[in-house]
Every structure is written in structure tokens, then in C-alpha cells.
């Protein structure tokens, strides 16, 4: 996973084929479990690239992507959101839209 430290860096990532950013903060221990659970669960997805984004490092970021509590998982395509979990992250619902796209 890759840490995004530019909000300028968002846009290409966003309008990339297929991206997941983990907004999180850095005092957030259920992010730190959410986001070594999604390394673990998604390893096998070679399509998808995972960034993650400290939102009290890029306040922007939170404004432009309405990102009200995190952990917040959202997946991209080509500029499109094609998936928003907050708080409580389905994994399954998450495996199930990458399982989809690589069909």
C-alpha cells in the first residue's frame, strides 16, 4: 500500500482503472486493523491498487470525497466511485466488486 501525502496526487489515482483508497486517521487503531485485514484479504487482486490517506494530514481530501468518519474504504474506476464502506467495512462486499471487475 502506498500513503498519498499530495492532494494533487488523488486525481490520477482516482481516475486510474481500478483504485481503493482507506481514508484514515493517524490515532485510528480500528484503521490500523481495517486496513492490515484488506492487505491480507486483497493481496490476490493484482488489478487493484491500494492507497492509503491520512485525512488529518489532507484535510482537503476529506472535503472533496465526503469523508465523515473513518476508516472509510472507497474504490474507483476511471473517475467514477464504484464503492464507499465507512466504519464498519464489508470485506465481503469488497471481494465480491474485485472479484466482478476482474471477471
Do not use: W
Amino acid at each position: 500500500m502506498k500513503i498519498i501525502n499530495d492532494f494533487d496526487a488523488i486525481k490520477p489515482i482516482v481516475d486510474s482503472e481500478f483504485a481503493m483508497i482507506i481514508a484514515k486517521t493517524h490515532a485510528c487503531s480500528t484503521c490500523k486493523m481495517i486496513t492490515a485485514h484488506l492487505q491480507n484479504t486483497i493481496k490476490d487482486f493484482d488489478a487493484l491498487n491500494v492507497y492509503e490517506v491520512y485525512v488529518d494530514d489532507l484535510e482537503e481530501f476529506r472535503g472533496e470525497y465526503v469523508v465523515f468518519s473513518v476508516p472509510t474504504v472507497l474504490i474507483f474506476s476511471e473517475g467514477k466511485e464504484l464503492l464507499r464502506e465507512s466504519r464498519f467495512i464489508d470485506t465481503n462486499k469488497i471481494n465480491r466488486l474485485i472479484d466482478a471487475y476482474q471477471s
